[in-house]
């Protein structure tokens, strides 16, 4: 089969790995119908994640078909339609029992493309599957649920619910790429009385005003702090969500926030940060961190039944999986490109074949 390989820092190729096959009764085998590309894959080619080994397939967020199931699986069966999450769950670690999967110690956790093949790819071996995958219904298309592999949930899990967004809560977003914007989208499953986006790009901007946020700031041009007090009767806002990753936001999220507020950081950070606990002590500030479990994602994938929740913007290009290699080129490029996320769809499994590689859907 043909998968997107990670060579070492800088490379990759889309060549030839043998079939997954069965290797623990309780592993399933998929062919992949749609996948995505994740800013996590592109730190990983950097060579900013330097367990992940030469030779591995990336990709981390799919939806497949059950092609073969171990001897131990008893929930699923071939054909069954499946969304392949981020996070795996052994089901039985203390972790796993009490649904924090992310810090699953009992061979899951975040495995795909990372310790293990990943699912940009034809087909993929998925462990644990009785207690990782979630059944697709037939009437949802792939794109439909494909984000709930790992935005939405993520998100949702270490943005909305770890930063403990209420009814009525002013709530500033910093930064406005696919993980923000999937933030103002859960977060306005909590009502709150207003969303604040933050972002040095006004394109980034226009985007997260199309997501649901009600008022937005370049830090570029303007003195966030100043600009987001104006906003919040002088005093901050509820609830502040860090979505970009880097020293200067994380310390902007901690100046946004009124006493008593929440920082709760989602971004993936490389360098340390300045925690002002000499302004910060008095404050009654509460920061949370996190790495999603999905523990959330049959909530959110009933939302999206339901029609409450519709995570298909974040669609704007789309790919046959045999051009992962390009889809990435336009991934890697947002400024130029307006990608959020690219959609590589495999050729069998594709409904009808979308013009390739132009923009579609969100900035219309
Ligand atoms: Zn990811
Ligand atoms: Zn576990």
Same mark, same amino acid.
């Given at each position: 089969?043909?998968?997107?390989?990670?060579?070492?820092?800088?490379?990759?190729?889309? *060549?030839?790995? !043998?079939?997954? +096959?069965?290797?623990?009764?309780?592993?399933?085998?998929?062919?992949?119908?749609?996948?995505?590309?994740?800013?996590?894959?592109?730190?990983?080619?950097?060579?900013?994640?330097?367990?992940?080994?030469? $030779?591995?397939? %990336?990709?981390?967020?799919?939806?497949?078909?059950?092609?073969?199931?171990?001897?131990?699986?008893?929930?699923?069966?071939?054909?069954?339609? &499946?969304?392949?999450?981020?996070?795996?769950?052994?089901? @039985?670690?203390?972790?796993?029992?009490?649904?924090?999967?992310?810090? #699953?110690?009992?061979?899951?956790?975040?495995?795909?493309?990372?310790?293990?093949?990943?699912?940009?790819?034809?087909?993929?071996?998925?462990?644990?599957?009785?207690?990782?995958?979630?059944?697709?219904?037939?009437?949802?298309?792939?794109?439909?649920? %494909?984000?709930?592999?790992?935005?939405?949930?993520?998100?949702?899990?270490?943005?909305?619910?770890?930063?403990?967004?209420? !009814?009525?809560?002013? &709530?500033?977003?910093?930064?406005?790429?696919?993980?923000? %914007?999937?933030?103002?989208?859960?977060?306005?499953?909590?009502?709150?009385?207003?969303?604040? *986006?933050?972002? =040095?790009?006004?394109?980034?901007? /226009?985007?997260?005003?199309?997501?649901? *946020?009600?008022?937005?700031?370049?830090?570029?041009?303007?003195?966030?702090?100043?600009?987001?007090?104006?906003?919040?009767?002088?005093?901050?806002?509820?609830?502040?969500?860090?979505?970009?990753?880097?020293?200067?936001?994380?310390?902007? #999220? +901690?100046? =946004?926030?009124? !006493?008593? $507020? @929440?920082?709760?950081?989602?971004?993936?950070?490389?360098?340390?940060?300045?925690?002002?606990?000499?302004?910060?002590?008095? @404050?009654?500030? +509460?920061?949370?961190?996190? =790495?999603?479990?999905?523990?959330?994602?049959?909530?959110? =994938? @009933?939302?999206?039944?339901?029609?409450?929740?519709?995570?298909?913007?974040?669609?704007?290009?789309?790919?046959?999986?045999?051009?992962?290699?390009?889809?990435?080129?336009?991934?890697?490029?947002?400024?130029? +490109?307006?990608?959020?996320? &690219?959609?590589?769809?495999?050729?069998? *499994?594709?409904?009808? /074949?979308?013009?390739? /590689?132009?923009?579609?859907?969100?900035?219309?």
């Amino acid at each position: 089969m043909k998968g997107l390989i990670y060579e070492g820092p800088g490379r990759r190729s889309w *060549a030839t790995k !043998p079939d997954p +096959t069965i290797e623990d009764p309780t592993d399933i085998v998929v062919r992949i119908d749609s996948s995505t590309i994740c800013g996590t894959d592109l730190h990983i080619l950097k060579g900013d994640v330097p367990e992940v080994e030469a $030779g591995t397939i %990336l990709g981390h967020e799919a939806v497949g078909t059950v092609v073969e199931t171990g001897a131990a699986v008893t929930t699923l069966a071939p054909d069954d339609r &499946v969304l392949v999450s981020c996070i795996t769950s052994c089901g @039985r670690c203390a972790f796993c029992r009490e649904g924090h999967y992310g810090l #699953c110690t009992g061979g899951g956790g975040w495995i795909f493309g990372h310790l293990i093949d990943g699912l940009q790819a034809e087909f993929a071996r998925v462990p644990f599957a009785d207690t990782s995958v979630h059944k697709i219904p037939d009437s949802l298309t792939d794109e439909q649920v %494909l984000f709930l592999a790992d935005i939405l949930p993520t998100s949702f899990e270490v943005g909305v619910l770890n930063g403990g967004v209420k !009814p009525g809560d002013t &709530v500033a977003i910093v930064g406005a790429g696919p993980i923000g %914007l999937a933030a103002i989208l859960t977060a306005r499953l909590y009502t709150p009385s207003r969303i604040l *986006a933050i972002d =040095l790009a006004d394109s980034r901007l /226009a985007r997260a005003l199309e997501f649901g *946020a009600d008022a937005v700031v370049n830090n570029g041009r303007e003195d966030a702090v100043d600009a987001i007090l104006a906003m919040s009767d002088g005093l901050g806002v509820d609830v502040a969500m860090e979505a970009v990753g880097v020293p200067q936001t994380f310390e902007l #999220c +901690t100046e =946004l926030i009124r !006493p008593g $507020g @929440r920082v709760a950081n989602i971004g993936v950070h490389g360098h340390s940060a300045a925690f002002h606990l000499e302004k910060l002590w008095i @404050r009654d500030v +509460t920061v949370t961190t996190g =790495l999603v479990d999905t523990s959330t994602t049959p909530r959110l =994938l @009933r939302l999206i039944a339901e029609g409450r929740l519709d995570g298909t913007p974040f669609a704007t290009h789309r790919f046959p999986l045999a051009d992962t290699m390009a889809a990435y080129d336009v991934f890697a490029a947002p400024e130029q +490109t307006g990608a959020l996320k &690219v959609v590589l769809e495999a050729e069998a *499994a594709a409904p009808k /074949a979308k013009s390739v /590689a132009e923009p579609i859907g969100a900035t219309a």
